[in-house]
């Protein structure tokens, strides 16, 4: 699998070989028409002579999670309550994770025959400590990547971080500094294009 970070178009273009001569190839980025966008990144690597099989996309929350996942008589799991690593645009463990205590704290409230919010909120507390640093990362990740495509300083920033290595950075080891950095990033916009 090979990998290409566009400056430009700020996002991520991917391929890798499937065999019988098939390849797939893939673009992660944010546009109001991802489609022309991918086309253009198709053409600039060389890519658009390509006979294409099958095309498919979809949409990511790249934010974090939405501010409160459950409600009187609704718990909200997966993509929806944006249970993302935006980092790397993984939601199938997060959706199937989610899903899992969402439907535990369902049955609780089935046997209890409550379904109020008082009930409920008990999903935001398993939620938050099975996963929520891992989203966190995924969003520092996602937001940290852009920066440094945008200033075409990656590889002097990143040596490809684990979660762990992202959290032990936001949480311990230059905590102060990297985590002031992070919300400067975010409030100046300096991780989005101007468009
Ligand atoms: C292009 C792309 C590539 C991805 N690659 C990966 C990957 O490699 N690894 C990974 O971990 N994650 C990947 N993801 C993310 C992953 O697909 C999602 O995080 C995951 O599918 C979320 O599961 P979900 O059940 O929350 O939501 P979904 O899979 O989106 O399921 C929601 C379902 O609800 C249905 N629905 C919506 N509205 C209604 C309605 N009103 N009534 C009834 N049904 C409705 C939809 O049709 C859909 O079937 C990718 C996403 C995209 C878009």
Redesign the pocket.
Known sequence: MFTIFDAEKLGVLWAFPKGKGKVNI?Y?GEFKDAKKAFNELMQKYGFSGLKREKE?????PVSGPIKKAYADRVLV?????G???AG????????LK??IIAGSIASKAISQNDFSISTLKEYETHWKNTFWKRVEAGVALYDIENFGVKFGITERIFDYPSDESIIRFLTRDVWGVARVLWKMIRLFRLNRVNR
């Open positions: 893939g992660a498919l996309g979809g949409v990511l799991a997966g993509t929806a309550a249970f993302i690593h790397v645009g993984e939601g199938n463990y997060l959706a989610s899903g």
